[in-house]
């Protein structure tokens, strides 16, 4: 049996200086944890731009649906920020997720013990905190059509459009009960029904769905009232569903209760392929960081926890996962904390790259 393949996209800023990390982990794999992986590497977002003149090449696209698991780093920066949009490393990355239709974003919040005093929140509104937000990632105001600058009178008008279908409510909210199954039993969705049609159809949607779900308490909120009970209760929720545009708020926000953006995984899946394993792609919520860009200071955890991910949903080697993620647990229970993660007097940040090294041993020690 063939080796299972791995596109690997490091994208632009931290994106490959954190992925540089889950090289290690994937070496390690092929070294000592019984796991082999076909990697291939090429370029997405601003550095495809800057080889190929856009930001996604269409032989990149075809590999990516040819491969079991795509993991990507992060794209864009400010070299890119004039661009035309059509060729905005971004637009690389919402390729990618169109026409591999990816339309579930499943984007864990989880608060490692060792980082509950660090959480934006106080310690006991965090300490335990797992959360999952499921984020449609393939429709909504970040694909709608009309879109657009456009002349109107002697100004111009800046056009999205929100626009959802039936059909893309359903999926994503059975995506929603199906992991609320596995886990809670309680899923919170959240749109705001009460000023845009589209959050009428999502509310009626996802209540129609839930009909086949009796075991799951399903409840609905207004997305800014979800904010807000977001960071005042978090551990109220199990799994949430949400649009594309609010689950992108909701989970970096969500962050912040783990402790930092760079802490955040997700896993973007879609229809099973042949094999029966969803087409997927991982990785960290995070942007390239440009701030940080270069200087050895970027947390790789988040891309760490996605290649984690991607072991449990891709590979189907959960005991992996869990040991990719004591391993992560151990090195933070040890103390080592990224400059994002520093916040106690006298603690030294160690690097980007200590911090992978550190992960890699805590594996060695899980043998
Ligand atoms: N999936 C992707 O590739 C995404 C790309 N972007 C792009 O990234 C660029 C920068 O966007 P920003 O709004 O600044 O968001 P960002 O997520 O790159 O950074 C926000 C803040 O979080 C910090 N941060 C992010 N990841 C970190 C990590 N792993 N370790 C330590 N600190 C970390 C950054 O230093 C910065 O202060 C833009 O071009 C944006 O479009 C933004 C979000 C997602
Ligand atoms: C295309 C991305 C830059 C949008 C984003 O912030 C995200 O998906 O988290
Ligand atoms: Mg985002």
Redesign the pocket.
């Known amino acids: 049996m063939s080796n299972p393949s791995l596109l690997i996209l490091p994208?632009d800023?931290?994106?490959p200086e954190?992925m540089a990390e889950v090289r290690k982990i994937i070496d390690w794999y092929g070294a000592k944890g019984g796991l082999t992986f076909d990697v291939t590497e090429d370029l997405v977002?601003g550095c495809a731009y800057d080889k190929h003149g856009v930001p996604l090449a269409d032989a990149t696209m075809a590999k990516a649906q040819e491969v079991d698991a795509v993991l990507?780093g992060?794209?864009?920066?400010p070299k890119?920020?004039n661009l035309d949009f059509s060729v905005k490393?971004?637009r690389g990355?919402l390729r990618l997720r169109k026409e591999m239709d990816l339309f579930a974003n499943l984007r864990p919040a989880q608060c490692f013990d060792a980082l509950a005093d660090f959480s934006s929140l106080k310690k006991d509104i965090v300490a335990g905190l797992d959360i999952m937000i499921v984020r449609e990632l393939t429709s909504g105001i970040y694909f709608g059509e009309p879109r657009g600058i456009f002349e109107e009178g002697n100004e111009r008008v800046g056009i999205n459009t929100q626009r959802y279908t039936e059909s893309e409510i359903d999926r994503v909210a059975r995506a929603a009960f199906e992991l609320a199954m596995k886990r809670g039993k309680k899923l919170c969705s959240m749109e705001k029904a009460n000023v845009m049609e589209s959050g009428i159809l999502w509310r009626e949607v996802v209540t129609k769905v839930g009909e086949d779900y009796p075991e799951v308490a399903l409840s609905h909120m207004y997305a800014d009232a979800g904010a807000m009970q977001l960071v005042r209760a978090p551990k109220q929720f199990d799994v949430i569903v949400t649009d594309n545009l609010f689950g992108d708020l909701l989970s970096d926000a969500a962050a912040m209760l783990t402790g930092?953006?760079?802490m955040l995984p997700s896993a973007s899946l879609g229809a099973p392929m042949a094999n029966g394993r969803p087409k997927a792609l991982y990785?960290?919520?995070?942007?390239?960081?440009?701030?940080?860009a270069g200087q050895g200071?970027?947390?790789?955890i988040?891309c760490i926890l996605s290649f984690a991910m991607a072991l449990r949903y891709s590979f189907d080697q959960g005991a992996e996962a869990d040991r990719v993620e004591a391993a992560v647990e151990k090195v933070l229970a040890d103390g080592l904390r990224?400059?994002?993660l520093l916040g106690e007097e006298g603690v030294q940040p160690v690097s980007t790259s200590q911090m992978g090294d550190a992960v890699v041993a805590a594996l060695d020690a899980s043998l």
Do not use: R
């Open positions: 994208g800023g931290i994106g954190v977002g990507l992060a794209v864009g920066g890119y920020d490393p971004e990355l930092s953006l760079g990785e960290p919520v995070h942007g390239s960081a440009p701030d940080i200071k970027a947390n790789p988040a990224t400059a994002d």
